[in-house]
């Protein structure tokens, strides 16, 4: 261990040797990292006005980073498609910045396309937007997930691993590939609403893009029917026995709302849960409840979505432009929900005060020509 005071700066080092190396770099006398093309391509994706930062270059970065980079994002980003890809490694940026009325982390991630194979360049380039999922959620969600781009991820892992017979039978199973599978109907935007509300059991919906409402229907169906058939629990909540019929006590309904057929399973074997799904407009809904379900369609066809609430509508401000996943969470809502619940005495007071500050949270993910982005963004009351 080394310190030194250098140029208004103190330094701490590993060593003496490095020290030096950093006096060199000062004095103009050896290569600085802020000088290299790689850093500054990397960090002109970032916010100038950062209170701080961070950077790892490329070459340097170690086989954990790596093997993180070729997965594929939460947020529907690409992951890179050979090992060859992380050749084309520029670097790696994070920036804290603070605005107005909240803070922000951005993170970049520098590719040189030119190295890129052909199909990462494309999944780069070819991302899309989940606005349509949007237009679904209702303004009284507590929080949402909304990605693009679903349709091209499920197909690029059934090419990598699609020759297992097992997985292709599941897959059949299910509905999402065969004859008669949902997947060439998908439009590629997913969505995940959730409302807490009042109750100890927060409501939420599924939603998902298609082409084809009556395929979609059908495959909606298919899967609250294995779920009924393979017995999720027991009336008393829990393991069912084998042997056990759940259609003994199970029930389909359906009803009509808006001029949409909204199904019903009503099951003892999931209390509070009324599992139910309909397909209008291009979109699959699959939902905790009925009522879940009629809220979904009135803020499509009424217009009262998330895009109207204020606090998503500053959040989302702050955020990044046109990106390809979104994730949203109303944190003031949320910490008012606990601490009306009948176990919120248990709830530090402290902890419940260092959360009162948060307005909300949302992270987004976007890409292009040989970058990816995402920012985290926190707003403050």
Same mark, same amino acid.
Request: hydrophobic share 40%.
């Given at each position: 261990?080394?310190?030194?005071?250098?140029?208004?700066?103190?330094?701490?080092?590993?060593?003496?040797?490095?020290?030096?190396?950093?006096?060199?770099?000062?004095?103009?006398?050896?290569?600085?990292?802020?000088?290299?093309?790689?850093?500054?391509?990397?960090?002109? @994706?970032?916010?100038?006005?950062?209170?701080?930062?961070?950077?790892?270059?490329?070459? *340097?970065?170690?086989? !954990?980073?790596?093997?993180?980079?070729?997965?594929?994002?939460?947020? !529907?980003?690409?992951?890179?498609?050979?090992?060859?890809?992380?050749?084309?490694?520029?670097?790696?940026?994070?920036?804290?910045?603070?605005?107005?009325?909240?803070?922000?982390?951005?993170?970049?991630?520098?590719?040189?396309?030119?190295?890129?194979?052909?199909?990462?360049?494309?999944?780069f380039t070819?991302? $899309?937007?989940?606005?349509?999922?949007?237009?679904?959620?209702?303004?009284?969600?507590? $929080?949402?997930?909304a990605i693009?781009?679903?349709?091209?991820?499920?197909?690029?892992?059934?090419?990598?691993?699609?020759?297992?017979?097992?997985?292709?039978? !599941?897959? %059949?199973?299910?509905?999402?590939? /065969?004859?008669?599978?949902?997947?060439?109907?998908?439009?590629?935007?997913?969505? @995940? &609403?959730?409302?807490?509300?009042?109750?100890?059991?927060?409501?939420?919906?599924?939603?998902?893009?298609?082409?084809?409402?009556?395929?979609?229907?059908?495959?909606?169906?298919?899967?609250?029917?294995?779920?009924?058939?393979?017995?999720?629990?027991?009336?008393?909540?829990?393991?069912?026995?084998? $042997?056990? %019929?759940?259609?003994?006590?199970?029930?389909?309904?359906?009803?009509?709302?808006?001029?949409?057929?909204?199904?019903?399973?009503?099951?003892? *074997?999931?209390?509070?849960?009324?599992? *139910?799904?309909?397909?209008?407009?291009?979109? /699959?809904? @699959?939902?905790?409840?009925?009522?879940?379900?009629? #809220?979904?369609?009135?803020?499509?066809?009424?217009?009262?979505?998330?895009?109207?609430?204020?606090?998503?509508?500053?959040?989302?401000?702050?955020?990044?432009?046109?990106?390809? /996943?979104?994730?949203?969470?109303?944190?003031?809502?949320?910490?008012?929900?606990?601490? =009306?619940?009948?176990?919120s005495s248990?709830?530090?007071?402290?902890?419940? #005060?260092?959360?009162?500050? @948060?307005?909300?949270?949302?992270?987004?993910?976007?890409?292009?020509?040989?970058?990816?982005? &995402?920012?985290?963004?926190?707003?403050? =009351?």
């Amino acid at each position: 261990m080394a310190y030194s005071y250098v140029d208004h700066v103190v330094v701490v080092a590993s060593s003496a040797t490095v020290i030096h190396e950093i006096i060199d770099s000062d004095q103009g006398r050896g290569a600085r990292l802020v000088d290299s093309s790689d850093f500054k391509a990397t960090m002109t @994706l970032l916010p100038s006005d950062r209170v701080g930062m961070g950077y790892l270059a490329g070459k *340097s970065l170690v086989a !954990g980073v790596k093997q993180q980079m070729a997965k594929p994002s939460t947020l !529907g980003l690409p992951a890179l498609k050979t090992v060859d890809d992380l050749n084309a490694l520029q670097g790696i940026g994070g920036a804290l910045s603070a605005t107005g009325n909240g803070i922000a982390f951005d993170l970049a991630v520098k590719l040189d396309a030119s190295k890129l194979s052909p199909a990462t360049r494309q999944a780069f380039t070819a991302t $899309g937007h989940p606005d349509t999922v949007l237009r679904w959620v209702p303004k009284t969600s507590d $929080g949402f997930l909304a990605i693009a781009n679903v349709d091209k991820s499920i197909k690029s892992l059934l090419d990598q691993y699609g020759t297992d017979p097992s997985l292709k039978a !599941g897959t %059949d199973a299910v509905g999402l590939t /065969g004859p008669t599978g949902i997947l060439p109907h998908l439009t590629g935007e997913l969505g @995940l &609403e959730i409302e807490l509300g009042n109750n100890t059991i927060p409501s939420g919906a599924i939603l998902l893009g298609t082409n084809d409402t009556a395929a979609m229907n059908a495959f909606l169906g298919k899967v609250v029917g294995m779920a009924s058939a393979l017995g999720v629990g027991s009336s008393q909540g829990g393991i069912l026995s084998p $042997g056990f %019929d759940p259609h003994s006590i199970d029930t389909l309904q359906t009803s009509t709302y808006r001029g949409t057929t909204i199904t019903t399973w009503h099951t003892p *074997s999931l209390p509070g849960f009324a599992p *139910s799904y309909a397909a209008l407009d291009r979109m /699959g809904v @699959l939902a905790s409840s009925p009522a879940e379900v009629r #809220a979904v369609i009135d803020a499509h066809l009424s217009g009262s979505t998330i895009t109207t609430d204020p606090t998503y509508q500053a959040a989302s401000a702050a955020s990044l432009p046109r990106p390809a /996943g979104i994730m949203y969470v109303n944190l003031a809502r949320v910490v008012s929900v606990i601490q =009306k619940l009948p176990t919120s005495s248990a709830v530090d007071t402290k902890a419940v #005060a260092y959360l009162a500050p @948060l307005q909300a949270l949302m992270l987004t993910a976007s890409s292009e020509t040989g970058a990816a982005l &995402e920012r985290f963004f926190v707003a403050i =009351k």
